[in-house]
């Protein structure tokens, strides 16, 4: 359990460093990008070892209907993501799309995984993007003026939505997680 406590707090705090304290992470500059990334890259690893070591309460599993509302919310998710890269039209409705897909991922996930190591992590990582989203809107106030993007960036979206989607599921087949029940 520590291992991913740390994991998360690690993540945390490297991804909200730079909006609580926006002029010490200016001061930085360049030169400790990698040093951030190494951190983040510990923290997965923290993370994963945490979760994988610990044995907690089970309290729901796996049901059809609930793998199959899970994998509707990762295309969800994984589109959301796509869209903020492209700038895609649903970024007009949603400001953080990809803050919003790690809740929404964190909520599927949860649907499937019933335990406490899942409350911690899936639910810490949703936490996170919240508090994130209230750091962000503190800071930068209202939104800008919205462009709509052209037609080739919704289908780049999708397609990207639709890859990435077949790669995790495939990794996760891989790892003797069937995805699809």
Do not use: C
């Not at 335990?115 to 992590?121: A, E, M, Q, W």
């Amino acid at each position: 359990m520590i291992w991913l406590l740390l994991g998360l707090a690690l993540w945390s705090g490297v991804h909200l460093f730079k909006r609580i304290a926006p002029e010490r992470r200016a001061a930085l500059g360049d030169k400790d990008k990698g040093p951030i990334a190494l951190a983040l890259v510990a923290s997965i690893v923290l993370m994963v070892i945490g979760f994988r070591a610990w044995d907690g309460t089970v309290y729901w599993g796996r049901s059809p209907a609930m793998t199959g509302i899970n994998n509707l919310l990762m295309l969800l998710s994984f589109y959301l993501f796509a869209a903020s890269g492209k700038g895609t039209r649903i970024t007009r409705a949603i400001r953080h799309p990809q803050l919003t897909a790690v809740i929404v991922w964190s909520v599927g996930h949860l649907l499937v995984n019933g335990d406490t190591p899942s409350f911690l992590l899936f639910g810490g990582l949703a936490i996170w993007a919240v508090v994130e989203m209230i750091v962000i809107n503190r800071a930068h106030g209202p939104r800008g003026d919205y462009h709509a993007p052209p037609i080739k960036s919704e289908v780049i979206a999708v397609v990207a939505t639709v890859v990435v989607f077949a790669i995790t599921a495939a990794i996760h087949i891989w790892l003797g997680y069937n995805p699809f029940g």
